[in-house]
């Protein structure tokens, strides 16, 4: 199990920037890919965006040409830059790694989420 610190929410208007990051500590060595998902008030939680250890990234069609994703393996942390936002993307954002376990399967830690708000 590792433990999720995000940090870098906030408030921003519309067509601005905010950049979030999340730090991993603990059990990093069976994590095979890392994201971040939201989740807006009476709405499911969504992926956002995926790095995996390969280097590959998956981005929703929403953000797709806005939002980049991006890691410093050094410091364990990964981060999602957002441009261009719209106030649709008001919601809590959760950084999530994914585990491979030795036996097949796999399971997800999550950290505790941070707000972002887009004001119109």
């Known amino acids: 199990q590792v433990e999720l610190v995000e940090s870098g929410g906030g408030l921003v208007q519309a067509g601005g920037s905010l950049s979030l990051s999340c730090a991993a500590s603990g059990s990093i060595f069976s994590i095979v890919a890392m994201g971040w998902y939201r989740q807006a008030p009476g709405q499911s939680r969504e992926l956002v965006a995926t790095?995996?250890?390969?280097?590959?990234?998956s981005y929703a069609d929403s953000v797709k040409g806005r939002f980049t994703i991006f890691t410093n393996e050094a410091k364990n942390t990964v981060y999602l830059q957002m441009s261009s936002l719209k106030p649709e993307a008001t919601a809590v954002y959760y950084c999530n790694a994914r585990h491979a376990l030795p036996t097949g399967g796999s399971f997800d830690d999550w950290g505790q989420g941070t707000q972002v708000t887009v004001s119109s």
């Open positions: 790095l995996n250890r390969g280097g590959a990234t």
